[in-house]
C-alpha cells in the first residue's frame, strides 16, 4: 500500500506537470485534525483546471494514479437518470485502488471554484494564487449545532408521531415497514436529541460526525450502549424492546434538552404516544376495533 507521502508526491507532482491544472485542494477527513487517522482514509482531492471538458472527455489520464480495482462516476450516473447535471461546473471520479489506497478525485473550473464553500480544506498547491487563503483547516461547520426551540419541538414532534406507524407495522407484522419508520424517521430524531446533549454538554463545539459516528466519544459508555440495544433484527420481541428502550432515551434525555432551551417538552404527547403503543402490542389478531 502506497504512503501518504507517496500518494501526496504523485497528487501534487501530477498537478505540477499538467498546465491545464491550476490548484490542487483537499478536503475531508485527511484535513480534519479532530479524526482519527486509519488505512481507510480516502484522498479527497480537487483540481482546478482551466476546463473540465477535456479532462471528463478522456479519462485515460487517471490511469496515472494507479492500479484500479473498480471506480465509480456519479456524475455520470445522476446524467443517466435524466438528473441536470453540469459536467463544465464539476465532474468526479471515485476510485478504489488495487493497493489499498482511495481517491475521491473533481476537477472544478478556474472560474467556478467551489472551495470557499468548505472550512475543512487544504490547499496543496496554487500556481496562480487563485484560492483563498484562510485559517487551517476546522470542522466548525460539522459542529452540533444548537437548536431553535421549534427545531426541539419538530424532533420531538416527530419522534412520537412516528411512532404510531410502528405500532401498527408491528401488529400487522410488516417488518420492513417497521425498521424502515425506525431507521429512516425515528432514529434521525433520537440522533438529534443525542447530538444536543453532546453539544450543550460541550458548549456546541465538537463534531459526531457523518451518521453520528463519533457519539461514542461524549455519550457516557451506558447511554452508548442503549443507543446500540435500539438496533434489532426482523423479530417482533426484539423490535418492540429496541422501541420501549428508544421511547425512554428520549423521555430522559429530551426534557433535559427542553429546560437549557428555556423551552417546553410535549409530556402529553409521549405519554399518549406511549400509551397507543402498549394498547396495539396488547391488541390481539383478530381484533376488529381498537377502542
Not at 466519544?217 to 423479530?235: C, G, H, I, M
Request: hydrophobic fraction near 40%.
Amino acid at each position: 500500500m502506497r504512503t501518504e507521502k507517496e500518494m501526496y508526491d504523485l497528487i501534487i507532482g501530477t498537478a505540477k506537470a499538467d498546465d491545464r491544472i491550476r490548484a490542487v485542494y483537499m478536503n475531508g477527513s485527511r484535513t480534519n485534525p479532530n479524526v482519527p487517522r486509519d488505512i481507510f482514509q480516502d484522498y479527497d482531492v480537487v483540481y482546478v483546471v482551466t476546463e473540465t471538458k477535456p479532462f471528463y472527455e478522456d479519462k485515460s489520464w487517471i490511469d496515472i494514479f494507479g492500479e484500479r480495482l473498480y471506480m465509480q462516476c456519479p456524475d455520470e450516473l445522476e446524467k443517466s437518470v435524466g438528473r441536470d447535471v453540469s459536467f463544465d461546473k464539476c465532474y468526479g471520479w471515485l476510485i478504489q485502488f488495487a493497493d489499498g489506497n482511495r481517491m475521491d478525485l473533481h476537477v472544478e473550473p478556474t472560474w467556478d471554484c467551489h472551495v470557499t464553500d468548505d472550512k475543512l480544506y487544504k490547499i496543496l498547491l496554487d500556481k496562480d494564487g487563485i484560492l483563498p487563503k484562510i485559517p487551517s483547516a476546522t470542522d466548525e461547520d460539522y459542529r452540533v449545532k444548537k437548536p431553535t426551540a421549534a427545531e426541539f419541538y419538530a424532533a420531538c414532534n416527530e419522534f412520537w408521531w412516528c411512532m404510531n406507524n410502528v405500532a401498527k407495522g408491528l401488529w400487522r407484522e410488516e417488518f420492513l415497514y417497521v425498521l424502515d419508520m425506525l431507521n429512516e424517521c425515528i432514529r434521525p430524531q433520537l440522533v438529534k436529541i443525542l447530538s444536543w446533549k453532546i453539544g450543550f454538554e460541550t458548549d456546541f463545539s465538537v463534531s459526531v460526525g457523518k451518521s453520528a459516528k463519533y457519539m461514542y466519544k461524549w455519550l457516557e459508555p451506558t447511554v452508548w450502549q442503549r443507543f446500540l440495544s435500539t438496533y434489532s433484527n426482523a423479530d417482533i420481541s426484539e423490535i418492540w424492546k429496541s422501541v420501549y428502550v428508544m421511547c425512554g432515551m428520549a423521555d430522559e434525555f429530551a426534557p433535559e434538552i427542553a429546560e437549557k432551551l428555556q423551552t417546553e417538552y410535549d409530556l402529553e404527547m409521549a405519554k399518549n404516544s406511549r400509551m397507543w403503543l402498549e394498547k396495539v402490542k396488547k391488541l390481539p389478531k383478530n381484533a376488529k376495533e381498537i377502542f
